[in-house]
């Protein structure tokens, strides 16, 4: 193994939303439309149209005080993609994986239409989806024109804090390494790098995984 990994770093997150805006501009998405529901978490979720999404889920501590987590989510760029597995069942290659580890929907899942659920259902995270407008499945990329052409992922280049970082195996899990001690130092032992041996998208979070999913 080797190839690109992303380091999110959740306690660095201030919820600008400027990785899911950079996202949507460089792959040319256009908005989802949405209303207002009780939360800044919009849309609701993921969908064709939408790659990441930074989720907002809200905590109460004691003496009328609340904590906030945001959570920039997306597909993880899983290092054995369940999705592919899935996906090669039925058609051989419509889901790809680059030599430095981009997980890509290609066009051959134009012809997953009726199967595009169980691909779905296949990922640990539910990260798949049908685009209606583009008529395949999609999710991020890793804005693999990107990098390859030498530039960091739209999300990357627009995060103000380095809450997102990228880079090579090496640089990545040494800067992940760095930044969790410094978590634990501040946050205790429930700090810690989720799935690390699983995925690409490092995510370091310091409660459990569900309280970044919803508010209390
Ligand atoms: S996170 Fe889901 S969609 Fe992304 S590579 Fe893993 S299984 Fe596939
Ligand atoms: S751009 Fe960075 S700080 Fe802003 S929401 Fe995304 S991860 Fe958080």
């Known amino acids: ?45 993921l969908d064709g149209n939408t790659y990441r999404l930074v989720r907002f889920a809200e905590h109460p501590l004691k003496e009328n005080d609340v904590v906030w987590y945001f959570f920039s989510d997306s597909c993880r760029h899983c290092l054995n993609p369940p999705c592919k597995s899935k996906a090669d069942q039925i058609l051989k290659d419509a889901i790809t994986v680059t030599d430095f580890g981009a997980v890509i929907f290609t ?37 693999h024109d990107r990098v390859e052409a030498g530039l960091l992922p739209a999300c990357v280049k627009a995060c103000p804090t380095d809450a997102l970082m990228f880079g090579d195996e090496m640089n990545i899990k040494e800067i992940a390494a760095r930044h969790l001690n ?6 205790g032992d429930k700090a810690r790098i989720l799935d690390h041996n699983e995925v690409r998208a490092l995510y370091l979070v310091v409660d459990d995984y569900e309280k970044y999913l919803a508010s209390e």
């Open 1 to 45: 193994m080797s190839g690109n990994f992303f380091l999110i770093d959740t306690t660095r997150c201030i919820a600008c939303r400027g990785c899911q805006i950079a996202c949507k501009q460089w792959n040319k998405l256009p908005a989802t439309k949405t209303e207002q529901y009780g939360s800044y978490q919009n849309p609701v979720e």
């Open 182 to 187: 410094a978590a634990r130092k501040r946050f």
């Open 107 to 143: 066009d051959k899942t134009s012809a997953l239409r009726k199967n595009w659920k169980i691909i779905k259902h296949a990922c640990p995270w539910s990260i798949p989806n049908w685009s209606e407008d583009k008529k395949m499945l999609t999710k991020c990329h890793m804005c």
